[in-house]
């Protein structure tokens, strides 16, 4: 591998500098213990496997960071969502947070899935005897290749659903079932590990820790103090965990981000002539903000684009689709004419952060990521339908000033008109494409789906 990049920069620029290379998950406690700001913070980090390593638990204190324990794959809890995943009729490794949204339509004591995951003593197992792993062909074996067996199908009792299909009753219960397995799991380590060693506050990382709704009992619970999940937890995000590492051995302290917006921004000069390029109408308009606000209290559905791209897959308010959530039929909308994709999916909210106890009830005072879910106020049922799972559930963005003032400002113009300051957000794009990066990526997505109202920094276009 050090040969490959180093071949990589040779080819490309004439020069290969000295590369260093850092564990997988030792990457992720980097990305999330240096983003929290804690002094001192147990850190889990979790996924389907990196560097052979599944789960790793380890002590950050003082910069630095000190590894406890590690459990090696298969012993994976992101394989174990992945199987229930493929079971239910879902691509595994990428349609996970399908499964998780499902899971509230189900009834979680259905099953007990204690026959594959079982835990205690700080300690979790997975069930080898109901998984195909296969010999390894090389040496490292592909993910792909782990799969559940026929015993599994045997003792579920009902072959997997087959994808696109209507889903059942069973495999929404089978999805119920397997999240609470996973937040049971999860519950006990994390308990077990702030029991031992006496640290409240608690980091995530790995493509697991996306899971919001097992994040939900993690922040309630009274076991801990404080929560962080790091906002780019999937393999994305060791990026940033082996620059610290990097920027550790080195002798500089890193210092935690205010914000995620750490990707591409694009000027008015490049916007214009994206715009001009295409051949299509725009205007530009210095009160956009009050323009959009009104867009969104008459019901439009705004595509939203502004500033520095944020870092990781959750849309922040600088590349996001934005509506009205007071109105009942906005969240069926959005699904079927602009995002393309299952019904049953639900939108998250962007609430101003001197607002969020009007609306969402929940320990932690702000969520600036996106990644924890929110119990909404039941005084607030009828107020914000649109942003309302079907188990009365939100995933939230808490927005403040100083983590986004443009963004801020559109809320808080929303909540003049319309006396709400919560809008229906996700990301920028549309179903099966990444979140649009460029101003041409962005008109092409908006004149491909039902979105009403484009914003490209200050320019304005209108179907």
Known sequence: FDEKIKTYFSNHFGYAPPVKRYHHHDCHAAGTFYSSGFKESLIFTMDYSGDNISLQIAIGKDNRIENLKRFERPQSLGLFYSLITQYCGFTKDSEEYKLMGLAAFGDKYAFDFSWLLSFADGDYHLNLEYIEIPMPKAPSLHRDEMNYNHKFIEKMGQLKRVPN???????????????????????????????????????????????????????????????????????????????????????????????????????????????????????????????????????????????????????????????????????????????FRESFRPFGASVLIEDKELFFEGKANAAPYMTIVFDVKKNKADTIPAVIHIDGTCRIQTVSVQDNIIFYNLIRAFKQQSGVGVLLNTSFNLNHEPIVNTPREAIASFFSSGLDVLYLGKYRVEK
């Not at 790995?206 to 906002?231: E, R, S």
């Not at 205007?283 to 009050?290: A, G, V, W, Y």
């Open 165 to 339: 299909s209507p889903i059942s009753q069973f495999y929404k219960n089978v999805g119920a079932s397997a999240q609470f397995q996973l937040e049971k799991t999860v519950l006990h380590l994390v308990d077990f590990y702030t029991r031992t060693t006496d640290i409240k506050n608690v980091c995530l990382s790995g493509g697991v820790a996306l899971n919001c709704l097992m994040n939900q009992k993690l922040m309630n619970a009274n076991f801990i103090d404080n929560l962080f999940v790091q906002p780019a937890s999937t393999d994305a995000g060791i990026s940033i965990g082996a620059a610290w590492l990097g920027s550790m051995d080195k002798g500089t302290l890193p210092i935690a981000p205010h914000n995620a917006f750490l990707g591409n921004e694009f000027s008015e000069k490049a916007i214009e002539s994206a715009l001009r390029i295409c051949g299509i109408n725009y205007t530009r308009e210095s009160n956009f903000i009050e323009l959009a606000a009104h867009d969104l209290a008459q019901g439009k559905v705004v595509a939203w684009y502004q500033g520095r791209m944020e870092f990781g897959p959750r849309a922040l308010g600088n590349r996001s689709i934005l509506a009205n959530p007071c109105m009942p039929n906005m969240q069926q909308l959005v699904n079927q004419k602009i995002k």
